[in-house]
């Protein structure tokens, strides 16, 4: 987080502290009033699920006849983005998938241990590859896909298992009793997917490993040759190519833009 960032919370009280929410989640810094930024998120989950709130067609990625209902049902409605298949690209058509390998599958986290649920969190991420691999810190490119559909493409300087480990933390909404401390990013993301995971829709996470980039750079006269971070630039590469081949982002990247225009 940068230096302006600290500076803010630094001069703020306590109790100001309280109704702010900070988190550098690799694509948001937030700091939002929280009674704001709830009326801004229910204004915005409204315009993008009126699609299939408001269409007799069955469209949603899931298939499912009683979509409408389960979502009305649905407690924590407003951290769900409806996925519009109309509106999503199939993994196996997505002209740059031989990019990509399978990673993880994300499924309902039901691990027990002890006759005590093993994690707090409702989905977990099992790896694919080997745990070297996934737990090691380097940048990726990464996409989701939900019953084959590419919801989410995104990258990251922390590895897999950290952008995953920020992802989870959208378990800690209001609505289920918790901090609020979490970016709506992340938010959004891990409660759409429990959403669709109770569906029993199919969710994988597929990746590719940004090659190393070097960069010889001289601080206080020695020469120091560092990996330069370039994981920005490969996100914003092909979600610009996907959003001109398709005519728009993957649906939960609808709040994106991209640092690195083209």
């Not at 100001?16 to 930024?37: A, G, L, P, Q």
């Amino acid at each position: 987080m940068s230096e302006q960032y600290d500076n803010i919370i630094l001069k703020m009280s306590t109790k100001k502290r309280k109704k702010f929410i900070i988190e550098d989640d690799e694509n948001d810094v937030i700091i939002d009033d929280r009674k704001d930024n709830k009326n801004d998120m229910i204004k915005d989950t409204k315009e993008s699920n009126k699609d299939i709130i408001n269409n007799n067609v069955i469209c949603d990625i899931s298939d499912n006849n009683n979509i409408n209902e389960i979502y009305n049902n649905t407690l924590y409605k407003y951290w769900v983005k409806l996925l519009n298949k109309n509106n999503c690209i199939l993994f196996d058509k997505y002209n740059k998938n031989n990019y990509f390998e399978k990673v993880a599958d994300i499924i309902l986290d039901n691990e027990y241990k002890n006759n005590k649920k093993k994690r707090n969190t409702l989905i977990h991420f099992v790896p694919f590859i080997e745990n070297e691999i996934f737990i090691k810190k380097c940048e990726w490119l990464y996409l989701i896909t939900v019953n084959n559909y590419i919801v989410k493409i995104g990258g990251t300087r922390t590895g897999l298992k950290g952008r995953i480990s920020s992802y989870l933390c959208g378990h800690h909404i209001e609505e289920r009793g918790k901090s609020g401390d979490c970016s709506k990013t992340n938010g959004y993301i891990y409660n759409t997917l429990y959403f669709y995971l109770q569906l029993n829709c199919v969710i994988k996470m597929y990746a590719y490993k940004i090659p190393e980039t070097y960069l010889n750079i001289n601080v206080f006269g020695k020469n120091l040759n560092i990996i330069s971070q370039t994981y920005h630039a490969y996100e914003t590469a092909f979600l610009e190519e996907y959003k001109n081949d398709y005519g728009q982002y993957p649906l939960l990247n609808d709040n994106c833009d991209p640092e690195y225009k083209l």
